[in-house]
């Protein structure tokens, strides 16, 4: 093996390796803050990962949006929820029993079908070299020809789950007004209860039923 | 101590290790944002196979791998984003965010 | 070469921006008149459903470089969701009247939704799949939620989405395994790779020195073979997680009840039809595309998936007093049914027929059930099946017309659901392979006719309630009387129906 094999080696289990905590810490932190974190560790272990695999701009939009947006997106989620949720065992974790059998047994099916199966190079077969360049270029082309209504596509739904978003986020007013229909709902509970709990909705017939 | 070269089975393996890891997470966590951890978990070892697939069995000028990831990256801050706004909505009203806690509904 | 045909796109384009004029227009417009832009958005389904008429293709063609198809199947499947989307469209004027903020945004995500359907019934690249895929799931995690002042409503779209973006993340495992072993996200280029790839097309890569250590240590070749083929089952079987998740079958079915019962009542409505419709359409799609070469197992696992869904669904059912629940249930029953019509559609094309006049037919009868749902809820307060208690005696014709659609999803004649059943057990008898399925179908329908039937004992033979029913609001009476006539019109004319489908399919 040459310095330069050692190094692939080096280099990949080094960043696996901190990926792999980083995804440890995601089940096993007690603390939903410190399972965040361990996230965060664990997508900048998958940028590496990328920058390994010659994916340079995945790499950069890796770091940016998923580290620097989602992984943040979350603490800031987190850090909102927290001022009730503090202390408690609501970080930690439960099914234990189930879930960690369950989830060695996928792991081993799929691991196994990983290793037996037959991975074929497509036609015209390329080396496991990197690239000369950066292939940003090839991806933007990709974008526009190739996968041009999966790009158009990807917008659409950018602007649905915004307006989606800050319809379920945003604060309602609470209506001083004459709304006597729609505050009086009991938080909690109720089900079976038959007290009408659709409060905008179907309880409470006839104030404008001219309609 | 001959190791084999860093290939394409190095890195289905380990993206297996974080998916497994992923489920675990989704099965186990008892906050509605710990599971989401673990959802964002499974979406990156999709996007490692991806990656993965992309580099070592095509020709170099075919991306169609890194293309899809870069696609699930936006899909997952689109998710991301709706599930934390539902995440929310429910801790404001509830006072909870403890799953096992939403048993207004039948589970 | 990557220039492609954009009026081909044409249905979903305008639909498309029909959300998105809604939207703007909603911003535009003053409060008073916030129900304009939402007439619009049932009126402007009229233009995707003429560009789907128009566009009606006589061979299977594709678009976008081969990521978008369009067929009959998948036209056949844009106007039933078109048309579902304008009866949940009329229902859901009166329900949502009291809502302080967010009625045209409503509508917007209703028609997003609606294009995503739309695109996932023609999708034919991975890519677009998953993205197809996603844009429904999200756009229905937040109409579940809408009512943000009802806990319910918040805790049904938290768990809605706790399992759906799970399941997407297995899905999504399964298809970046499937673009590994296919080489390519276009689904013709992946069947044709698994056409064409014998032992000799392509050198093995990477785990060539695993597989001759393993034939060297004495495990015999056949057994290295078989776990090859294990990818590929893996690949399909987490693939149709997924898919088990939009159409709600059984082991993947827990949201369902959840979400149906927390919902307001016009989105469950539309979720318990335009997803099915949109998984189904996504079924087929890969089974007349990929069958013999890729999904040679997958009829077979979706039997035993259909069986379960059916007992399951049926059985659950019984013992719900919440009628949205119960109707939940049913509908996940009804999934079974239509997975029969799946298995068969493989290998004849009875199946699919079979399963369009089901959709037809399911379409009228379950909005139709909804449609009533919302008429007693609006007039007596809550969702309880007790709520139909008498309704006989209060709103005879309410209760009559409501008879008609609970025989039409038990399957018996003359309405739209014995044309449905009889199509799709027909063709399982055919098949004479799949017989048994049909079987177990006819004893799923007897099970179902004590819950479907426990609501008319209810409704005629119950103690009525103090309150009546005055409110009857124009949009939901509309509904009712459309699917009324549809249910008896399929029921009674199945020929019409029939040759239509064998005409244009």
Redesign the interface.
Known sequence: ?TWA?WF??FA?FLV?GI??LG??G??FAPR?IH??LC?LV??IG?AG??G????H??LG??LL??AG???V??LF??M??HR??EGG????????I???P???I??FV??AA??FSK????P???T?S??AGS?VR??GE??LS??LL?FEL?SV??L???V???I??REDKQPGRNTPGTTGVS???S?TGETPVLPDGVCTGGEDESE | M?????????????S????????????????????????????????????????????????????????????????????????????R????????D?K???? | MPYSNLSVFAPELSLCGLAILVLVADLIVPRAWRRVPAGLAAVGLVVPLYFVARLWPEPLQFEFTGAYAIDGFSGAFKILLLFAAFLVILLSFDYLRKLQRGFGEYFALLLFSLTGMMLLTGAAD??VI??AF?MIS?SC??LT?YM?RD??S??????Y??YG??A???M??G???L??LG???RIMDIAARFMASGPTTAAA???A?LQTALVQAGVPELYVMRLTGLMMSLAVVLVTVGLGFKIAMVPFH?WA??AY??APTPVTAFLSVAPKLAGFALILRLLLMWYPALLLHWPALLASLATITMFGGNLWAIRQTNIKRMLAYSSIAHAGYLLIGVVVAAKDLMGLHAIIVYFVAYLFMNLGAFAIVLLVARNMGSEEISDFSGLYHTAPALAAVMIIFLLSLTGIPPTAGFLGKLLIFGAAIGSGEWAWLAVVGIINSAISVYYYMNVARVMYFGKAGRQQVTVWPVGVVTVTVVCLLGTLAVGLFPQVIIRLIQQYI
Request: charge should be neutral.
């Open positions: 093996m094999d692939d080696q990949f696996g990926t792999l995804a440890v995601v089940v939903i399972a965040c996230l664990a997508l998958v990962l990328y390994l695999m010659a994916a701009l995945l939009i890796q949006v998923y947006g989602i992984a997106l979350i989620a987190i909102l929820l009730r949720g065992i609501l970080g930690g974790t439960r099914n234990l189930i879930g960690l369950a989830t060695v996928v792991w799929v691991a990983v290793i991975w074929h190079y497509l015209g077969g390329a496991v990197p690239p292939n090839i991806i990709l974008l190739r996968h999966a990807v739904v950018m649905m789950a915004l989606g978003a800050i379920i986020a938080p909690v509970g089900r | 001959i190791l084999p070269p860093v290939g394409l089975l190095h890195y289905l393996i380990l297996v290790c974080l998916f497994s890891f992923g489920l675990l997470a989704v099965i186990t966590r008892r906050h509605a944002i710990g599971i989401l951890l673990g959802i964002e978990l499974m979406l990156n070892s999709a996007n490692l196979n991806l990656v993965a697939f992309s580099h070592f069995l095509s020709p170099d000028t075919v991306l169609d791998g890194q293309v899809f990831a870069l696609m699930v990256i936006a899909l997952a801050a689109c998710e991301a984003a709706v599930g934390l706004a539902i995440i929310l909505r429910f801790y009203q509830a006072a909870v965010t403890d799953v096992a939403a207004l509904l039948k589970w | 991975l890519i998953y993205l996603e999200l995690y937040v939620g943000k806990p319910r918040n805790e049904a779209a938290l768990k989405f706790l973006a799970a997407s993340g297995v999504l495992y298809i970046s395994l673009y590994g080489g390519s996200t890569v990477e785990p020195f827990a009840p959840d019962e927390g």
